[in-house]
């Protein structure tokens, strides 16, 4: 099956609030890095995007109807080339709060990998990192200049008719237009805020308030 939604928003942009929503509109599966944490078999695939090898990309989202997060968000071109009548959602946010959010969540993962995924998080997605994003997490300024440039890729490599740029303040309407699907007659699935994300990963609670909900 085709996806629906190509997610070519990076982490940290509401792409878990956006995965939640889009299962709810489209009744199926959304890919996230959380799917691969829950699922390690898929490493194997991903890894093989990673290293440059052919890949199919429909058996490697079978059973999917819309991707969002890492590491689909690195391969956003290729996955918006098989997957040609999908709307391609840029999630995103301001630079220096995605920063600020990134570097207490999930930049940590690189040194706290989850169980069974140590492997991966040491080679295959720092080489994801450094050749498709950056790979000086701890340079903000390298960072947010990544940050900044996919953003700019993604607007100027996807037509205006397939493109919806759109933040967690947005909510269901903008998704729900372009998917032409009712909005909802309910709140927006606010998630994964910095603090929910660092418990999630097994890091001490962070003494500020956390961000709302930006997973």
């Given amino acids: 099956m085709p996806l629906k939604v190509v997610g070519a928003g990076v982490g940290r942009t509401g792409t878990n609030s956006l995965k ?20 390690p078999s898929q490493v194997s695939g991903w890894t093989d995007a990673i290293d440059g090898r052919d890949v199919d990309w429909q058996i490697l989202l079978d059973g999917y109807v819309a991707q969002v997060d890492w590491p689909g ?8 080339a098989a997957n040609p009548d999908a709307l391609v959602v840029l999630s995103t946010r301001d630079a220096d709060g995605w920063y600020r959010s990134a570097s207490n969540t999930i930049f940590n993962v690189f040194e706290n990998p989850p169980p069974g995924l140590e492997g991966w998080f040491a080679d295959a997605v720092p080489k994801m990192f450094g050749e498709r ?7 903000p300024t390298a960072m947010i200049d990544a940050f900044e440039r996919h953003n ?51 890091l001490p609670s962070l003494p500020q308030a956390a961000e709302p909900a930006l997973g």
């Fill in 73 to 80: 968000a690195s391969f956003w071109r290729e996955l918006s």
């Fill in 20 to 39: 939640l929503a889009l299962e709810q509109l489209l009744d199926g599966r959304c890919h996230h890095m959380l799917e691969i944490i829950g699922d």
């Fill in 133 to 139: 994003f950056c790979d000086d997490l701890g340079n």
């Fill in 152 to 202: 700019a890729q993604v607007r100027a490599g996807v037509p205006a008719g397939r493109l919806l740029e759109w933040t967690p303040s947005e909510g269901w309407e903008p998704i729900c237009e372009r998917l032409g699907v009712p909005v909802p007659d309910e709140p927006f699935p606010i998630t994964n805020t910095t603090q929910e994300m660092r418990e999630r990963l097994g």
